[in-house]
Nanobody
């Protein structure tokens, strides 16, 4: 089993920054893809950023140039640095880990951007 715990959410003003963290524990191989998704009220969950096992990154167009996904040295932690935040970035942010064709999710961390 794999467990994911997110942290770092909170309330920030427009233009501010937050850094989200996701710590993975359990049986984790080196060939995992980790991602951040977000879900705003009454909206579908959407992909924000992905980092592959080889550290290739992909971003949603809406966050390119503002958000950066990265792994920690232990490689079982993934971060999402969010800069120049906008009100439309407000959502619950979920960490996702894909391993052996299975998806694992954290419980999410709330980000609120006030204007």
């Amino acid at each position: 089993q794999v467990q994911l715990v997110e942290s770092g959410g909170g309330l920030v003003h427009v233009g501010g920054s937050l850094r989200l963290s996701c710590a993975a524990s359990g049986t984790i191989t080196s060939l995992v893809v980790m991602s951040w998704y977000r879900q705003a009220p009454e909206s579908q969950r959407e992909l924000v950023a992905v980092i592959s096992s080889g550290d290739t990154t992909v971003y949603a167009d809406s966050v390119k140039g503002r958000f950066t996904i990265s792994r920690g040295n232990a490689r079982n932690t993934v971060y999402l640095q969010m800069n120049n935040l906008k009100p439309e970035d407000s959502a619950v942010y979920f960490c996702n880990l894909k391993q052996n064709a299975r998806n694992y999710w954290g419980e999410g961390t709330l980000v609120t951007v006030s204007s």
